[in-house]
């Protein structure tokens, strides 16, 4: 019987057919023979963390497969700031910020490089330290730095999260201007004058700042302006073992995953970033099959996504067949052990080609272990998993059937605690033959 459960999400992995790869995904062009062979063994759908047609990012797909409900997510900012250490108050506002190229058209800043050329660590440093700290109306605004230009904006002083995003995500786009958002409060109001002040001010600070003049000077884009998005806050939210009974770790890389693992409360397992995809994903299911003191182990690549977000429909197969290699490498050890349901899909599609950031296509969703039904679905890929027999499995329901997979799955109106979660038993108070 299965005991514990591998998840593993290969990010970013759906995309749409393409010309160049004859009319195929890339996942489909692929030659992924060891893919394959799991979901030859297993049963196999498509799953979508929301509902078709949505494009969804990852850390909202996340909290879905999680089994969050999305009324219950705080915010990309405020996972952001959890995952550089920080731990904001009730009330503190944080946003997911970079620092960008921007240009100013008939008095408006548009967009001009969202990615400038890397500056050398001094110099984003400095950057960074020259807009760390500003107030405005009693709010006082404050920049943390995460990697290379990426940082998290923290608010503090009668604010709110519902505010506009001032990143377009696409060079050529004029910067919005921080607005509060339709039905929002004084509060919202307050975020964005004071957000709209903070950036104009980095505006002018960055401009005069000498990096940039050596950078102009060396025919190098200046890096003038900041943007902002994703505005969160802390809330309450239910821990992942208390409400699904397993003992849960994330063996992931970067921020956004450090503050996902620490808003649900799993264990943040070590992964490394070496460059190489594939050895990369080999080492995390080596960590997966012997961290045996958890029951829930999600195992996690960036590389699909990151290789469609460079345009390229081969660049993206070619990331595809390193990680299925890495798969035949190292999962063999946990596709044999009969206590292990491994699953494997991924979050979101990212279309390898086209204007889109995401795409709301589904993803191929396979469950091998000992139990599951074996369907005919001979292939992982985004059009073969359609035929398999679990269907299209939506949002939060990814948990509760791998609850299920390992029998823990609770009949309903089973009552053996005041307040049950997902799985059974619960935590159930013995009963006493005398009061204490």
Known sequence: MPRR???LVLDGLGDRSHAALGGRTPLQAAHTP??????????????????????LPSENAHFAMFGAAPEEFPGRGYLEALGLGLSPAPGEVCLLAHFCNAVVDDGC???????????????????????????????RVRLHRDKGLFGVVVM???????????????????????????????????AAR?????????????????????REAAG?????????????????????????????????????FAGVARALGFDLLPARDT???????????????????????????????EAAHTKDPLAKKAVIEALDAAVGRAAGPLLRDPEVLFVVTSDHSTPSSGPLIHGGEPVPLCLHGPGQRVDAVSRFDEVSAAAGCLGFVRGTELPYLILNGL????????????????????????FRLEET
């Not at 050329?117 to 109306?137: G, R």
């Not at 503090?156 to 409060?185: I, K, Q, R, Y």
């Not at 190489?276 to 996504?305: I, W």
């Open 275 to 305: 460059g190489d995809p594939g050895a990369d994903l080999a080492e995390r299911l080596e960590t997966a099959r012997r961290a045996t003191e958890h029951d829930f182990l999600h195992v996690h690549t960036k590389a699909p996504d």
């Open 407 to 430: 029998e823990r799955a609770r009949l309903a109106g089973i009552r053996d605690t005041p307040d049950p979660p997902a799985c059974y038993p619960g935590p159930v108070r013995p």
């Open 109 to 139: 800043l548009r967009l001009w490089r969202d990615k400038p050329e890397k500056p050398a660590p001094e110099e984003a440093a400095a950057l960074f330290a020259a807009v760390a700290d500003f107030s405005f109306e009693g709010v």
């Open 194 to 214: 004071a957000l709209w002040a903070y950036l104009l001010f980095a505006r002018r600070v960055l401009c005069a700042h000498p990096v940039n003049i050596a």
């Open 5 to 7: 459960c591998v998840l």
């Open 34 to 55: 060891h893919l394959d062979a799991i979901a030859a063994a297993g049963a196999n759908g498509l799953y979508h963390a929301g509902f078709p047609g949505q494009a």
């Open 156 to 190: 503090t002083g009668g604010v709110s999260p519902e505010v506009t995003d001032t990143n377009p995500m696409v060079d050529g786009l004029f910067l919005p201007e921080p607005e509060p958002m339709a039905g929002a409060g004084p509060e919202a109001a307050r």
């Open 220 to 256: 190098l884009s200046p890096i003038n302006a900041l943007v902002t998005q994703r505005a969160g806050m802390v809330r309450p939210l239910p821990r992942f073992g208390e409400r699904f009974g397993l003992r849960p770790a994330s063996i992931a890389s970067g921020t956004l």
